[in-house]
């Protein structure tokens, strides 16, 4: 995306309001904003956090709960898990969001402290790509479930606690495929991919793949394996447990579940936007954060 410069934007900002030391990052941040005469709106825990906690005093244009907003650009301040919290709240609103790393990995938020000047400027002047990642939701045929039902990287079936493992009755489109024995299972999109769905053997998908791939947590069969399907494909689950409940995980936040509720997984009618700036690749970011392929056998 190549558009002629902006002279006035507006930033939606979320937040880690757990991440005391990174306050420099934030006073950063709102000093670039406000040199460039943006509007800026921030979520209102975020914004208690940084006057209270941090001390920070800075003017702000709006202040905001939940999905109570609208802006050109959302900017998470946070590592991937607040990354993944501010697109619920985005929802179908289709605004890109643009992720500044503050934890340890930084798969989603991409762009360094270092970089936030760089990356801020070239929103102004449109030097930058958009990504659409699907995401997937989750419905029951009971009791509604009392967390986000939307997902960006996965929403799984886990068994509570000490529980002995759950039985999964699985069908894609109203064809049954099997039933897992396992600790959970995992339904994840492609961004999802290198998250809960990678550390327990599942296949890295590309961005834009237009799949979806249910993998097992700790099945008790050497047979059962990650299946990748269309994400246009319908996932019924039905769970069976010795306790009689078990937990889903909708992008790490669980809810507890009753045995006989069924579950019907399906993408959701929105996507995420996701700002890259460019050159930034793919490829390349798997390489350098997730290490892929790096051979450390000494020459």
């Known amino acids: 995306m190549d558009k002629s410069a902006r002279s006035k934007l507006k930033f939606a900002l979320f937040g880690n309001i757990y991440q005391a030391s990174k306050s420099a990052s934030i006073q950063k ?38 999905d109570d907003f609208d802006a050109d650009f959302v900017i998470s301040m946070g590592g991937d ?14 605004i890109p969001v643009l992720g500044i790393n503050m934890g340890r990995l ?12 760089e990356a801020v400027d070239a929103l102004y002047h449109g030097k930058y790509d958009v990504e659409h990642h699907a ?16 997902a960006l990287n996965d929403i799984a079936v886990l068994k509570r606690d000490n529980a002995s493992m759950i039985s999964v009755h699985t069908s894609i489109d109203g064809e049954y495929l099997v039933t897992y024995q396992a600790d959970g299972l995992i339904v994840s999109t492609p961004t999802g991919s290198t998250a809960y769905n990678l550390s327990n053997g599942g296949p890295i998908i590309v961005p834009q793949a ?28 039905n769970v069976e447990s010795r306790s009689h409940q078990f937990l889903i995980a909708v ?29 930034q690749s793919y490829f390349t970011t798997l390489r350098e954060k997730m290490m892929w392929g790096v051979d450390g056998r000494k020459e």
């Open 251 to 279: 992008d790490g936040r669980s809810a507890k579940c009753c045995e006989g509720m069924q579950l019907t997984i399906r993408k959701a009618p929105c996507d995420i936007l996701i700002v890259r700036r460019p050159g």
């Open 29 to 66: 941040l709102l000093s670039i904003l406000q040199q460039r005469d943006a509007d800026v709106l921030v979520e209102k825990a975020y914004y208690d956090f940084l006057t209270k906690v941090q001390q920070v005093v800075f003017p702000v244009s709006h202040i905001f709960e939940g």
């Open 106 to 117: 930084g798969f989603l938020a991409n762009a360094g402290p270092e970089e936030m000047e």
């Open 135 to 150: 995401m997937i939701e989750v419905s029951t045929d009971g009791e509604p479930l009392s967390i986000c039902t939307r």
């Open 81 to 94: 898990g607040t990354f993944l919290n501010s697109s619920h709240y985005v929802g179908d609103k289709h």
């Open 210 to 237: 237009g799949n979806l791939c249910l993998t097992a947590v700790a099945p008790h069969s050497l047979n059962i394996r990650p299946i990748v399907v269309k994400d246009e494909s319908v996932v019924t689950l």
